[in-house]
């Protein structure tokens, strides 16, 4: 199959990782489906993109799951088939466990997690029913195999996506799928979430190594390969097995075992 066979459904297309990953897979000749609720900054992505490649302008909050079915709809109609699906819809807060107000708790669970679970209840079914082998990376964070203290509700929520990709790898091979799933976890990436911000500060604080901060242009790229390759964790850091592997010696170190 030629690239300009596949299509790349993208959210969060408007900026940050999910703009870079939809020029991305356009430029490899891929058409893309790109999905955000700023309406300027998806115009803005097809100015960019231009004549380079085809893409489909989709104004949907994810948040409202009637909108992302429609939009589901709509895509198989036009395109047929999904082979690269990238979830990067996202939103920060800053802010202790009981500080964080409860609007922005589930504020940042509707656009983090169900953002995602609602792209998979719109899309799964009519992919499994097609036997698509469609490639879907969920974006997480090193966050998401760590915890940050302050930044409690982000946290919490990408440590969900993880979770999810994970079962989710585990359902569709039971099903006997050809489709699978990656989780990206990124380090600090050059984006608008939380540039300039108590979010940036706080992350910066984390680190230090997971800090140095890489394009969405240099994601971007880890994602597109990622629809030919096998891995199901996806880093921008080399240091993010370490990273972990210090994490989950702490558990093990502090956990109280029987015997």
């Not at 036009?78 to 819809?89: E, I, K, P, Y």
């Not at 790898?169 to 799928?177: P, Q």
């Amino acid at each position: 199959m030629s690239n300009e066979d596949r299509v790349a459904v993208v959210t969060g297309a408007a900026s940050g990782i999910g703009r870079a990953v939809a020029v991305r897979a356009a430029a490899d000749g891929m058409r893309v489906a790109a999905i955000d609720i700023d309406a300027a900054g998806l115009a803005g992505l097809g100015r960019e993109v231009g004549s380079a490649g085809e893409v489909i302008e989709m104004v949907v909050d994810v948040t409202d799951s009637a909108a992302v079915d429609e939009a589901a709809a709509r895509v198989m109609s036009t395109f047929g088939d999904v082979h690269l699906m990238s979830n990067n819809a996202g939103i920060a807060f800053v802010g202790s466990t009981w500080e964080t107000p409860l609007d922005d708790w589930r504020r940042i669970f509707d656009v983090n997690l169900f953002g995602i679970v609602h792209m998979m209840h719109a899309f799964v079914p009519r992919l499994l029913e097609r036997g698509s082998s469609t490639r879907i990376v969920n974006t997480a964070s090193m966050l998401g195999l760590q915890c940050a203290p302050f930044i409690t509700a982000y946290t919490a929520t990408k440590h969900a996506v993880v979770a999810l990709s994970e079962c989710l790898a585990g359902e569709l091979a039971m099903a006997g799928s050809t489709m699978s799933v990656a989780v990206l976890c990124p380090g600090r990436v050059a984006t608008p979430l939380g540039a300039g911000t108590e979010e940036e500060k706080m992350i910066e604080e984390i680190d230090a190594p997971l800090n140095v901060p890489v394009t969405p242009e240099f994601v971007a790229e880890i994602v597109v390969q990622a629809a030919r390759s096998p891995h199901g964790f996806l880093f921008t850091h080399a240091e993010s097995t370490d990273a972990f592997r210090e994490r989950f010696d702490a558990i093990v170190a502090t956990a109280s075992l029987p015997g």
